[in-house]
């Protein structure tokens, strides 16, 4: 079992930066592949950004990539989001999720594990 929770969301301008993370519960946490995921008002939840367990694989999705960087840290059971140049259409709840078994996928039904979300606002 994981419990996940992310922090780091807020209002940022357009061009600026944030930096989220997500803090896991439980020593076998190394082992998850871990993934971000947005969702937007009236959208469908997408895939942001995803970590193998041991940052092997790292992937992103095309609108994000040169801008976001995810890494974690398993000595402190926590994976990073920073995100940079931000846009306005960017605003969304980010969650972080989680998965035991594969590799890093984009689907966010293949996730066992969810946290409560935060939200990112970038005004124009």
């Known amino acids: 079992q994981v419990q996940l929770v992310e922090s780091g969301g807020g209002l940022v301008q357009t061009g600026g930066s944030l930096r989220l993370s997500c803090a896991a519960s439980?020593?076998?946490?190394?082992?998850?592949?871990t993934g971000w995921f947005r969702q937007a008002p009236g959208k469908e939840r997408e895939f942001v950004a995803g970590?193998?367990?041991?940052?092997?694989?790292?992937l992103y999705a095309d609108p994000v990539k040169g801008r976001f960087t995810v890494s974690r840290e398993n000595a402190k059971n926590t994976v990073t989001l920073q995100m940079n140049s931000l846009k306005s259409e960017d605003t969304a709840v980010y969650y972080c999720?989680?998965?035991?078994?594969?590799?890093?996928?984009?689907?966010?039904?293949?996730?066992?594990?969810w946290g409560q979300g935060t939200q990112v606002t970038v005004s124009s």
């Open positions: 439980g020593r076998t946490f190394r082992s998850y592949v």
């Open positions: 970590i193998s367990a041991y940052a092997g694989t790292i």
């Open positions: 999720a989680a998965r035991l078994n594969g590799g890093v996928v984009t689907g966010p039904q293949s996730y066992d594990y």
